[in-house]
């Protein structure tokens, strides 16, 4: 497959959720396409350390800040630092997320819900609205937001999951609106079952039942959503926004 080369060039982006997963392959990718510097943002402080020496044992590209975006404060702190740090922000990806755990409506208690809304709904609301005056006043910004299939069509056993991923996706084109005329751009992400950590979080019949609806009868890799960021946070991602695109397999064709 031929790559973009350079196309991030001078671009400065956040990831967070960046030391593992989809994370770290859209952390890699954005390095490998000539991001001037990349934050990863992890509420993990050893592994965004790891991730961050792999990657750049130099620490010239990749910057790590232990980050809890369930915190308005840390994640204003964050983008604060990358702006002393590189003077910009241009590309900012949503992909912090949990699973929580499996079972039926009477299994999850209030907690399991607060817990899952607040990083997968106001992680993501709270990041955005951290870069958004300095995105507005740059007039440029690519914003990617990692949903779900299951916001689309809801998996059982994970209603609590899907509820929040639903809820990205609609954040996602109510957002994306107010800032249509404002060179920021705003657009999410569908994948289906993607071979990442996060897996671990579901029993084995959940994982199954999610494959087994993925016509192609495999799980998504984290370098094949990271193609699909890299397209949404470069610049020939420019009249596309407000959109949720499928990363499927097939399972979803809408």
Not at 183 to 207: C, F, H, M, W, Y
Request: net charge neutral.
């Amino acid at each position: 497959m031929n790559q973009p080369e350079k196309e991030l060039e001078g671009r400065v982006a956040i990831v967070t959720g960046g030391a593992r997963g989809i994370g770290r392959a859209c952390v890699e990718r954005f390095l490998a396409a000539g991001a001037r510097l990349v934050a990863i943002a992890d509420v993990d402080p050893e592994a965004g350390r790891r991730c961050a020496e792999d990657l750049d044992p130099r620490g010239e590209r990749v910057l790590f800040r232990p980050t809890d975006i369930t915190r308005r404060q840390e994640v204003q702190a964050l983008v604060k630092a990358v702006i002393e740090r590189a003077g910009k922000i241009d590309i900012l990806v949503n992909n912090a997320g949990i699973a929580g755990k499996t079972g039926g409506m009477e299994t999850h208690s209030e907690e399991d819900l607060d817990r899952i809304w607040a990083v997968n709904v106001k992680g993501t609301y709270f990041a955005c609205q951290a870069v958004h005056p300095h995105m507005l006043e740059r007039r440029y910004g690519r914003i990617v937001n990692i949903a779900s299939i299951a916001g689309k069509e809801g998996n059982p056993g994970l209603v609590p999951y899907s509820m929040t991923k639903a809820a990205v996706i609609g954040f996602t084109k109510a957002y994306a609106k107010e800032v249509a005329q404002s060179g920021i751009l705003v657009n999410s992400i569908a994948p289906a079952v993607i071979e990442t950590e996060i897996l671990k979080q579901v029993t084995d019949q959940v994982r199954a039942y999610m494959i087994s609806k993925i016509p192609m009868g495999r799980v998504g890799r984290p370098e094949e959503v990271a193609e699909l960021v890299l397209f949404l946070a470069s610049e020939r991602c420019s009249f596309s926004t407000g959109f949720c695109f499928d990363l499927s397999g097939g399972r979803a064709t809408y």
